[in-house]
């Protein structure tokens, strides 16, 4: 048992790691959501297509993607506390490079490193949270990470739009990368890996438990072992899926797609991705603890895949309902689609607690992959269907071509959850401590 001090230590420590990283995670769904409120002024600053629009967007998501695993090793050995204030740095430069760029060339070196700063910050919460909270409340943590990390997406939608009506994009971008620089050093300064870097025992020793065993070989060992359990997989697939649709839609087309097939203007159409962005937050979050107070996963994932999948069709078939229905879709859609979050949790699940950053890094770079991949192919896509038609304004004929690819993807998603290894909220590795 700890005494009032060490209580106050161990939350005090708890809550500052989350908080400031947590703070961080935050810039990182900004980033990520922003191209979408900001896709008229990209296109007419740098005199971009579709395809090439959707190609800056998404130079964001190739770094991501290529980090995913590296963050993990890097978390599991460097631990998270250097590794996400080493991002926050690079993330701010790009930040910084992003809204002073002049050509197209230079804003996509910005938003490169942007990708390549805020790619680690998830992975180093996760681990952070694994290293200062209880086994059992991981799923609960991992919901309000994502509650938090939403406050970006929603901050990059209507309040964005609003404030462009007072200061340019390149302003908001400046400004939030020297924000980025300051939370690296705090990161730095106050952020420690896990209580026993302070004198504290670890949650598991406080709960009775034998704490979880270190990896005793190479980190290479590790990741091999992760990639070779077939049961890290499905959730790579729901990822690549459901989330790769979710943010390829959220991030960049569902504003433009709501402005030119159903005349919206931006403030109504951000609306409605603001909705689909805050189902997402509050989906993350009730669902993390849903699975947690049942003690399943499997099934909430797949009950909510499918409706998630079901919530495309209306769009599909250029019959989105009227203001009040559409809103309620959106939200609906944001709301199912959280449900991929609880791949993180099983990937951590059926592999060792040692391996937890490289496991869940894993699973997550399908969401990148997925985005890195639609954003530009639904571009394309568009720019494809809309060709021949001379000046006209881009309508539903072309757009019907781009929303057919992420329904695609999200039965894509829809199929992983079948196979998702059900792990009862525990772990489920044979080599793994209860």
Same mark, same amino acid.
């Given at each position: 048992?700890?005494?009032?001090?060490?209580?106050?230590?161990?939350?005090?420590?708890?809550?500052?790691?989350?908080?400031?990283?947590?703070?961080?995670?935050?810039?990182?769904?900004?980033?990520?959501?922003?191209?979408?409120?900001?896709?008229?002024?990209?296109?007419?600053?740098?005199?971009?297509?579709?395809?090439?629009?959707?190609?800056?967007?998404?130079?964001?998501?190739?770094?991501?993607?290529?980090?995913?695993?590296?963050?993990?090793?890097?978390?599991?050995?460097?631990?998270?506390?250097?590794?996400?204030?080493?991002?926050?740095?690079?993330?701010?430069?790009?930040?910084?490079?992003?809204?002073?760029?002049?050509?197209?060339?230079?804003?996509?070196?910005?938003?490169?490193?942007?990708?390549?700063?805020?790619?680690?910050?998830?992975?180093?919460?996760?681990?952070?949270?694994?290293?200062?909270?209880?086994?059992?409340?991981?799923?609960?943590?991992?919901?309000?990470?994502?509650?938090?990390?939403?406050?970006?997406?929603?901050?990059?939608?209507?309040?964005?739009?609003?404030?462009?009506?007072?200061?340019?994009?390149?302003?908001?971008?400046?400004?939030?990368?020297?924000?980025?620089?300051?939370?690296?050093?705090?990161?730095?300064?106050?952020?420690?890996?896990?209580?026993?870097?302070?004198?504290?025992?670890?949650?598991?020793?406080?709960?009775?438990?034998?704490?979880?065993?270190?990896?005793?070989?190479?980190?290479?060992?590790?990741?091999?072992?992760?990639?070779?359990?077939?049961?890290?997989?499905? %959730?790579?697939?729901?990822?690549?899926?459901? /989330?790769?649709? *979710? @943010?390829?839609?959220? =991030? #960049?087309? $569902?504003?433009? +797609?709501?402005?030119?097939?159903?005349?919206?203007?931006?403030?109504?159409?951000?609306?409605?991705?603001?909705?689909?962005?805050?189902?997402?937050?509050?989906?993350?979050?009730?669902?993390?603890?849903?699975?947690?107070?049942?003690?399943?996963?499997?099934?909430?994932?797949?009950?909510?895949?499918?409706?998630?999948?079901?919530?495309?069709?209306?769009?599909?078939? %250029?019959?989105?309902?009227?203001?009040?229905? /559409?809103?309620? *879709? @959106?939200?609906?859609? =944001? #709301?199912? $689609?959280?449900? +991929?979050?609880?791949?993180?949790?099983?990937?951590?699940?059926?592999?060792?607690?040692?391996?937890?950053?490289?496991?869940?890094?894993?699973?997550?770079?399908?969401?990148?992959?997925?985005?890195?991949?639609?954003?530009?192919?639904?571009?394309?896509?568009?720019?494809?269907?809309?060709?021949?038609?001379?000046?006209?304004?881009?309508?539903?004929?072309?757009?019907?071509?781009?929303?057919?690819?992420?329904?695609?993807?999200?039965?894509?998603?829809?199929?992983?959850? #079948?196979?998702?290894?059900?792990?009862?909220?525990?772990?489920?590795?044979?080599?793994?401590?209860?």
């Amino acid at each position: 048992m700890l005494n009032s001090q060490q209580a106050g230590q161990l939350s005090r420590y708890r809550w500052t790691a989350f908080a400031i990283v947590g703070l961080a995670y935050v810039l990182s769904f900004f980033h990520r959501f922003a191209p979408a409120a900001i896709s008229s002024e990209l296109q007419q600053t740098f005199h971009a297509s579709s395809a090439q629009l959707g190609g800056l967007a998404a130079t964001y998501f190739y770094a991501y993607l290529v980090m995913q695993i590296p963050t993990g090793i890097l978390v599991d050995t460097l631990g998270p506390r250097r590794v996400a204030a080493i991002g926050g740095v690079i993330a701010g430069i790009g930040s910084l490079l992003f809204g002073m760029a002049d050509t197209l060339a230079v804003a996509s070196v910005g938003r490169l490193l942007i990708g390549l700063g805020v790619s680690v910050t998830f992975i180093s919460l996760l681990k952070l949270n694994a290293s200062w909270f209880h086994d059992r409340h991981f799923a609960t943590m991992t919901g309000a990470t994502l509650l938090l990390g939403n406050t970006g997406s929603l901050l990059a939608a209507a309040p964005l739009s609003w404030a462009l009506t007072y200061v340019s994009w390149r302003t908001v971008f400046v400004s939030v990368g020297g924000f980025s620089l300051l939370l690296a050093a705090l990161a730095w300064w106050l952020v420690r890996n896990n209580p026993g870097e302070v004198g504290l025992p670890s949650l598991r020793e406080l709960d009775g438990k034998v704490s979880h065993p270190p990896h005793g070989g190479h980190w290479y060992d590790g990741l091999k072992i992760v990639l070779k359990n077939r049961a890290t997989w499905p %959730g790579f697939w729901v990822n690549l899926g459901v /989330s790769g649709s *979710l @943010f390829a839609f959220g =991030g #960049l087309w $569902a504003v433009p +797609f709501l402005r030119d097939v159903y005349g919206m203007d931006r403030a109504a159409a951000t609306n409605h991705t603001t909705l689909l962005l805050a189902g997402f937050a509050i989906g993350a979050f009730f669902i993390g603890r849903l699975s947690d107070r049942l003690g399943r996963r499997k099934p909430i994932m797949v009950a909510a895949a499918l409706i998630y999948c079901l919530c495309w069709l209306p769009m599909l078939r %250029g019959m989105l309902p009227g203001d009040f229905f /559409s809103y309620a *879709l @959106f939200f609906l859609m =944001g #709301l199912c $689609a959280a449900s +991929f979050t609880l791949s993180w949790s099983c990937a951590k699940e059926v592999n060792r607690h040692a391996l937890s950053g490289m496991s869940t890094s894993v699973v997550n770079t399908g969401c990148f992959l997925g985005t890195a991949i639609l954003q530009p192919l639904v571009g394309w896509a568009i720019d494809r269907a809309h060709s021949g038609i001379g000046n006209t304004p881009i309508g539903p004929d072309a757009y019907q071509a781009g929303i057919s690819i992420m329904f695609g993807f999200s039965m894509i998603g829809l199929l992983g959850t #079948l196979f998702i290894r059900e792990t009862y909220c525990r772990y489920v590795d044979s080599g793994q401590v209860d």
